[in-house]
């Protein structure tokens, strides 16, 4: 399968295994969400190493009492930014992996039932709408990690990264559980010179709605028991 230079599919045996038990329609909305964790966390694992780097930040003392250099990661203004409602379910885990507390930012985003495009309907991106374009943009975030389990079209994907380029972002990595090949490619054309996309799979086809086939089902609905709402 061809994919973008940017699209990055793990190989990890633990996060296939991971990713087949997620895929099973016996698998519990409890079970669901320390999987959806677990696969985060190493996603975010493999894609951290190649986006931050270590460097000297200043002296600390260990609780014996000799002195240390403590190290600091860049860069420094990062950010989290789930696609509601789903992405909810992988926050806790990038939050974990990064050695500072960093700003969540929450977009909200659905696919419009006849044309399968998205639909902005939540955005707290800080100052994300300056009262003239002259205004400087404040807190933006060097990195912005966007998390959402499931690239289907590459809709939702591709209007975030634009949401984010336009708030001025420099750099953003996408962490997904799972892509459709031509959904994430769709996403990696929007801004490929600045965006990476992290994925446990790939599913080669979607259904006539939207959905990965095989895939893993609406993770929204198995996260928060919304199934046949």
Not at 58 to 69: A, F, L, Q, V
Request: hydrophobic fraction near 40%.
């Amino acid at each position: 399968m061809s994919l973008p230079s940017n699209v990055h599919v793990s190989n990890h045996p633990c996060l296939k295994g991971k990713l087949s038990r997620l895929r099973s329609k016996s698998t519990q909305s409890r079970e669901v969400k320390y999987l959806i964790n677990d696969i985060a966390t190493i996603l975010g694992c493999e894609a951290l190493a190649t986006a931050l780097t270590a460097h000297d930040g200043p002296k600390d003392e260990t609780p014996i009492g000799y002195e240390y250099t403590t190290t600091t990661v860049r860069p420094e203004a990062l950010s989290i930014v789930p696609i509601l409602r789903s992405g909810l379910g992988m926050v806790e885990a990038i939050q974990t992996l990064l050695p500072e507390p960093v700003p969540v930012h929450h977009l909200g985003l659905y696919r419009e039932p006849s044309t399968l495009e998205p639909v902005e309907y939540y955005n707290n991106l800080p100052h994300h709408i300056p009262s003239s374009s002259s205004e400087p943009r404040t807190n933006v975030s060097s990195l912005a990690i966007v998390v959402d389990p499931v690239i289907a079209t590459g809709g939702t994907c591709a209007a975030a990264i634009q949401t984010l380029k336009e708030w001025g972002v420099k750099r953003i990595i996408v962490l997904s559980v799972i892509a459709a090949a031509d959904g994430v490619r769709r996403a990696a054309e929007e801004w490929p010179e600045a965006v990476e996309i992290w994925v446990a799979g790939v599913d080669a086809e979607l259904t006539p709605n939207g959905m990965l086939k095989p895939g893993v089902g609406d993770v929204g609905d198995r996260l928060f028991l919304t199934i046949g709402k």
